[in-house]
């Protein structure tokens, strides 16, 4: 596992709030077990699988590939932990329906 000091996304959208945009808190405290969430190490954004969650601790494998590993160290796969005022974006799973 990785362990990087990650950009806090909350902190950068309090500084610019007309240009950053970052996910409420209520968006943030939705995110489980499965939820994609972008996250940034330097200048490159990418996302990640969600796989464990301790309070707002989360552990994740990053879900695509990477141009600047050689900034950063990390690359397809990698497990990352990071915090939940890291995270730029969510895409949390879908419920799905039983039945047709």
């Known amino acids: 596992m990785v362990k990087l000091e990650f950009v806090d996304a909350q902190e950068m959208h309090k500084l610019h709030p ?3 945009l970052a996910p ?12 994609f ?3 940034c190490a330097g200048r490159e954004r ?7 969650i301790n309070g707002d601790n989360l552990r994740g494998v990053i879900n ?3 141009l600047c590993t050689k900034e950063h160290g990390l690359g397809f796969e990698s497990v990352v932990h990071f915090e939940l005022k890291n995270v730029y974006q969510t895409l949390l799973p879908i419920k799905q329906k039983r039945g047709c």
Not at 46 to 52: D, G, N, R, S
């Open 46 to 52: 990418f996302w990640v699988i969600v796989y464990e």
């Open 37 to 39: 969430v972008k996250i």
């Open 24 to 35: 409420t808190i209520r968006e943030l405290r939705s995110v489980k077990v499965g939820s």
């Open 18 to 20: 007309k240009t950053f």
């Open 64 to 66: 695509n590939e990477l």
